[in-house]
């Protein structure tokens, strides 16, 4: 059955659906994708009636996940918590985004806490969502907590992910030798990881780093793309470095102009005092419908 093109108040009136356990979980999906409160609460209602799953936590991991797409915390919360002894690591990791999707760092912090008090074990999913936050409130502190206990799993180096993640965090955190040393550790790295730390490098003015760890990935034999080159200018932003810039400019004519990048060069350019130049990229740019 084909939920986005059926209407869920007609799929409701099916006695078949709110009783088949996999087109429910689809229906709720599909409800919290278009972020339909009134549909939410109406399956939660049903499902209450009914008596139907009230222990199955996929059904209420699905139910908790819905509410909060649909804007509604209260009710998340609220399915987290009577999911008091059917919590599993994902109820935990969903209830963990939702405070984060609603700007609750120290919240998402305090469950983090929690869930490891209450004897879970937190995955990659976990740990990859609180770094992030980290990175964005600036919060060193935890992050370094959340290193250690990625440490103690021995998940470093069998998730790439989580440990670009780990090398972003110390980025953002301003900590770049540290960023360094966990870049250096990694058995793997992959344009995204290469692309952290040379924005890094730009972001805290250290140009010739930022230009040393470009060459160095190219000579590892990973091929720039246009994010990385928009990392690069960002170290090419000075009268000094306008050559490098113009060199990096000519590389990047093998890929397609696109915004980021576009936007990159003409920033590039217009810092280095070279508006010439700045207003023809500028004028190269493909138009955004």
């Not at 470009?214 to 000075?238: D, V």
């Amino acid at each position: 059955m084909e939920f986005h093109t059926c209407p869920a108040q007609t799929l409701l009136q099916q006695e078949d659906v709110i009783q088949d356990r996999h087109a429910l979980l689809d229906l709720m999906k599909s409800c919290g994708k278009k972020k339909d409160l009134a549909i939410a609460r109406r399956i939660h209602t049903e499902l209450l009636l009914r008596n139907l799953f009230p222990t199955d936590v996929c059904i209420n991991n699905s139910l908790l996940n819905m509410y909060a797409k649909c804007g509604a915390f209260q009710e998340a919360r609220e399915i987290f918590d009577k999911l008091l002894y059917t919590r599993n690591v994902v109820s935990w990791n969903a209830m963990i985004s939702i405070y984060i999707q609603y700007g609750l760092p120290y919240e998402a912090f305090r469950c983090f806490k929690q869930m490891v008090h209450d004897g879970f074990a937190p995955n990659s999913v976990t740990f990859s969502s609180l770094l992030k936050v980290c990175s964005t409130i600036g919060c060193l502190q935890m992050g370094e907590e959340i290193h250690e206990h990625i440490k103690k799993k021995d998940l470093f180096r069998k998730d790439i992910v989580l440990s670009t993640s780990l090398v972003d965090m110390y980025v953002k955190c301003g900590k770049m030798k540290r960023a360094q040393e966990i870049f250096d550790e990694m058995p793997k790295r992959n344009i995204v990881t290469w692309s952290v730390m040379i924005a890094g490098y730009a972001q805290h003015g250290l140009p010739d780093e930022a230009l040393r760890c470009f060459r160095k990935m190219q000579y590892e034999g990973i091929s720039p793309n246009a994010i990385t080159f928009s990392c690069i200018l960002k170290a090419c932003r000075s009268k000094e470095a306008i050559g490098k810039g113009k060199k990096i400019h000519v590389i990047s004519f093998y890929f397609e102009m696109d915004t980021v990048l576009g936007n990159a060069l003409v920033d590039m350019y217009a810092k280095c005092g070279v508006l010439a130049k700045a207003e023809l990229v500028f004028k190269e740019l493909p138009i955004q419908s």
